[in-house]
């Protein structure tokens, strides 16, 4: 491949883990995908000792998943890989819909200033996972290339680990077991686990083509073009030069004619409409379908990504939901690991991410029916939305050539606390938290940045010299939240910039974005979970309200512990 | 009054934290009615939804305008 050149990962021989074996580990991750990396990282983050097995020793092989949400970026800073990842990517936030030649539809990803990350960046998988396998290295994750998992044994309290090497085969336990070996799931179809959903009879073209181009950066997508009659077409810039284009074919096409070059470069130049350099780089041939395991957790097994849910690729929900699932899972398995949670914490990992998986499996599966009807009367109303589209606005808002991929509301988890006080807006408890700009000692900085990894009671005053009056006993409380086995960090949100609170982080709400978009005055708070989400909020501190929040917020609730000694 | 040409679809008491939820809903559940009906039966069922909603709306003058959009570019 001219652009990039594919890195190989050391092999360690396994004689340290093979010696009095099977040892024991607190948590083994299996694949190094981005899904995986991202757990050994957060891991790390979180105190946790690490291996990780994967079965090769190098990067993705092709740009593949390409697209990563905002929600994603949000998670790759606060793992520490946000600006390697953004600064080599391709910023984009508009998508420009086309019929035939005319474009019918146009959505912006992220309308709003005052947002660190934009809707979405193009970036090819493969720099993805080396920003992140740097990451896990100098954190400390113990990454294993080359030591591939033949079999996964579950036991009453772990799992029994099989690994076949170069040096040969050993077992090793674990008390945890994270999931992340891809769409094909090797341990999934070794253990003889569900994943029900179903296959879409199409086929899609994806090629990596290396050309200069003019074309903007924006998500291009054309219904029937003239360069590709009755097909769909869609158009990605990613770094290098390098465009990501996909070429809808049919279900008869045939995969192996379609992938030669000599099929591929002349349906790129009637696209370009002339005779420019192109080299391809990459190619594949995509089918996709919709299905997800029935449950991600499996007694010590938690499945995560692609082994656990798929999507079809319009509105790049995969990868992106495989980040969202770590971002959810790691923070509770830390605590449970650490025995400050009971296991009943991983049943909402599952509950919450199935969730998740449905509605990204809805929304997926919405587009792909747009833009491959099933049946003659869903095409006649595709059509007819198109027509529509050309001149009525509220048809616009019916074509659907991908809804690109958001994080959920995650508003049915049994971890929130069911707001008692009044609020406007869309920070509700479940709700991943808005970011917006924050002044931290004079510099202009972001609100997401300030969270995460900790629980957060965000406390709102005009100014830390006016904290007693809308917060009473919130100062003195705040050490003691800080230092409880579950810490809970107290910072300041203040109108107006000026001193701090001595122990308090203070933030300053710079331009007024916090509090319109939290509907926060003085004496509002929030409590913001380790992955960024809303647990509980309230128009008043109350020290014991937030304790009851937090124990709601790792499954400790007494009600909910009743629940499940009933059950 | 004048045709609705604004997205205007939402199901009572339901919260969207999403603009395009209510549309795809409505058009999910749209398709879906169609499930196992030949072509000529898919012809029927648009023709008797049409008269439904026709009622539905009630204004005529309204209706014409929508007649004429439908028919518009054709």
Sequence with gaps: MATYTYPTFPYQPPADLMQGAPQRRPLVIIGAGPVGLAAAIDARLQGLDVLLFDEDDSVSFGSRAVCYAKRALEILDRLGVGDPVVDKGVSWNVGRTFMKEEEVYRFNLVPDAGHKRPGMINLQQYHLEEALVKRATELGADLRWKYKVVAVTPLADGARVSLETPDGAFDIEADWVVVADGARSNVRRQLGLDIEGHVFKDRFLIADVVMKADYPAERWFWFDPPFHPNQSVLLHKQSDNVWRIDFQLGWDADPEEEKKPENILPRVRAMLGDDRELELEWASIYTFQCRRMTNFRHGHLLFAGDAAHQVSPFGARGANSGLQDTDDLMWKLALVIKGLAPQALLDTYDADRVYAADENIRNSTRSTDFITPKSAVSKLFRNAALELARTQPFARKLVNSGRLSVPSFLVHSALNTPDADRFAGDMVPGAPLDDAPVGVSGDDRWLLDQLGHRFVLLAFADSASQVDAALPTLAAQAAALAGAPIQVDTVLVTAHAGASLPGVATLHDRDGLVAQRLDARPGTCYLIRPDQHVAARWRAFDASAVQAALHRATAQAPQAVAERLAA | ?74
């Design chain 2, 1 to 74: 009054m004048s045709l609705q040409l604004q997205p205007n679809l939402a199901e009572p008491g339901q919260r969207y934290f999403r603009d395009f939820t209510p549309g795809d809903d409505f058009y999910e559940a749209l398709i879906e009615t169609h499930r196992d009906l030949s072509d000529e039966q898919s012809q029927l069922l648009n023709a008797k939804l049409i008269l439904l909603l026709a009622n539905q709306v009630g204004d005529i003058a309204v209706l014409k305008q929508a007649l004429a959009a439908a028919r518009d570019n054709m």
